[in-house]
């Protein structure tokens, strides 16, 4: 079935390593967040994976859950995960599809927060999203980015850099590197993602954004640290560049299932691989 162009419109607990059980001092009413949930679609991440865990086992207050949702991997990624405390889904592969069955593999939260299988979260984020969304307005939002590696190249320390930058704040720099959380109810009612091979993650911003209006919409002063290996791995710049292509071609209304002809999905590599 062919996919649609884009639619225009505009308490206190420690687990040292493994996740549930526990709730923070804020409670359902007047708007906050009770228990936040995170969702990690994965496919091959044995590698990344466990320090993606150990940061989330480190929250104060821990998740609620953590789903992690595995597209058919061929390493140990679902033994990794499992290990680690977090609930395994199986999932057709595609971040869309996976995320949407994490999210529904975490019926009891009230805050979803989707984060790659790559990325770390800061101490405090999960707390600082409770306090984001104690404001009754807001349905949602996302954290700034950093990258591993930085100090490698200068596109990736000028990207990481554009999402600190409160002159640069928009909706429209937001993928989903940046860990982005929802309230479930908003998620629900807005069909959670859809399902196309990519872009999912700029749709939803966007919608979510019109939704909510700009307060709806939080902007977290905390770095998530993404691994930059596939941008190494091709090249920062020309990687940005064609990031930056197909987001454009999207807006304009190219589909997206066009568009996944020029993405290609490579399994990851140890950095030792890779140089």
Known sequence: QPLPARTKIGARCLLPFG??????EMGPSGGSASSVA????????EL????????????VPAPQQVVVADAGS?????????????????SRR???WQMNA??????????????????????????????????PLVLGGCFQLRFDDERESLVLWLWGWCTRCWLLRSHRLVF???????RRSVFEAMGGYREWPLLEDCDFVLRLRKLGGRRGFAF?????VTSARRLLEVGPLRQQILNTSIFLLWYFGVSPARLREWYSYKKPQSREKVG
């Open 220 to 224: 977290v002063p905390l770095d998530v």
């Open 94 to 96: 595609g971040r869309a």
């Open 102 to 135: 994490g999210a529904a593999g975490a019926a009891q939260a009230d805050v979803l927060l989707f984060l790659h299988a790559d990325t770390q979260l800061p101490l405090g984020a999960l707390a600082a999203v409770q306090q984001a969304l104690a404001d």
């Open 48 to 59: 990344a994976l466990p320090k993606t865990l150990a940061a989330l086992g480190q929250q």
């Open 19 to 24: 996740f549930g059980g526990c709730t923070s």
């Open 74 to 90: 061929e390493d140990g990624t679902a033994k990794v995960a499992a290990a680690a405390g977090a609930t395994v889904v199986a």
């Open 176 to 182: 989903g590197d940046r860990a982005l959380f929802v």
């Open 38 to 45: 995170v969702v990690v679609p994965a496919l091959n991440e």
